[in-house]
């Protein structure tokens, strides 16, 4: 079964830098588009990057310039670079993949950006 578990969230203070890391299992991951999503409280959910299966990146505006997002096919593994970091990425980070019908979500990890 499709499985995808982040890691690498914490605290860290305004201009600070994270690096989150998302292994998934369960499919041919180097064949999917793979994303970063966020949702911070009393919001709704929002894309923040996302990678083709070729390497092709996509990020969101509020992101643009400050998250890298890359992927290493041989280790199953989306990552997301984070740095001049701000308390509006506060949120918790969502790692996805749309098969078919389906969008898969990992079980999300906490960001924390406060002084």
């Known amino acids: 079964q499709v499985q995808l578990v982040e890691s690498g969230g914490g605290l860290v203070q305004p201009g600070g830098s994270l690096r989150l890391s998302c292994a998934a299992s369960g499919f041919r991951f180097s064949s999917y588009v793979m994303g970063w999503y966020r949702q911070a409280p009393g919001k709704q959910r929002e894309q923040v990057a996302d990678?083709?299966?070729?390497?092709?990146?996509n990020y969101g505006d509020s992101v643009k310039g400050r998250f890298i997002i890359s992927r290493d096919n041989a280790k199953n593994t989306v990552y997301l670079q984070m740095d001049s970091l701000n308390f509006e990425d506060t949120a918790v980070y969502y790692c996805?993949?749309?098969?078919?019908?389906?969008?898969?979500w990992g079980q999300g990890t906490q960001v924390t950006v406060s002084s």
């Open positions: 990678i083709t299966s070729t390497g092709r990146t």
């Open positions: 996805s993949v749309f098969m078919s019908v389906f969008r898969y």
